[in-house]
Nanobody
Framework: QVQLVESGGGLVQAGGSLRLSCAAS????????MGWFRQDPGKLREFVAA????????NYADSVKGRVTISRDNAKNTVYLQMNSLKPEDTAVYHC?????????????????WGQGTQVSVSS
């Protein structure tokens, strides 16, 4: 079992930055690929970024590429999402996810565990 708890969301002006954190419980954190997804009310949950269990491989959605960096610290059982140059269209609830498999080609229904999410709101 892996439990995930996100933090770091908030309200920021366009062009600003936020750093999201996801703290995981369980000894097997380092064996999971970790990802971030986001969801606006009335919309499907969409992929944002993912990182392999070792941290050596990352991949990003085209909509955030160049503005977002995912990283992880396996010693702290934590994954991070650094978001810069935020836009109003980045507004959503951001969820952390864990997957016992590849960090690539990760559809939401392929996640093994989810966090409850943290709200990110970007004002224009």
């Amino acid at each position: 079992q892996v439990q995930l708890v996100e933090s770091g969301g908030g309200l920021v002006q366009a062009g600003g930055s936020l750093r999201l954190s996801c703290a995981a419980s369980g000894r097997t954190f380092s064996s999971y690929a970790m990802g971030w997804f986001r969801q606006d009310p009335g919309k499907l949950r969409e992929f944002v970024a993912a990182i392999s269990w070792s941290g050596s491989k990352t991949n990003y959605a085209d909509s955030v590429k160049g503005r977002v960096t995912i990283s992880r610290d396996n010693a702290k059982n934590t994954v991070y999402l650094q978001m810069n140059s935020l836009k109003p269209e980045d507004t959503a609830v951001y969820h952390c996810a864990a997957r016992a498999g590849s960090s690539r080609g990760w559809a939401p229904n392929e996640s093994d565990y989810w966090g409850q999410g943290t709200q990110v709101s970007v004002s224009s």
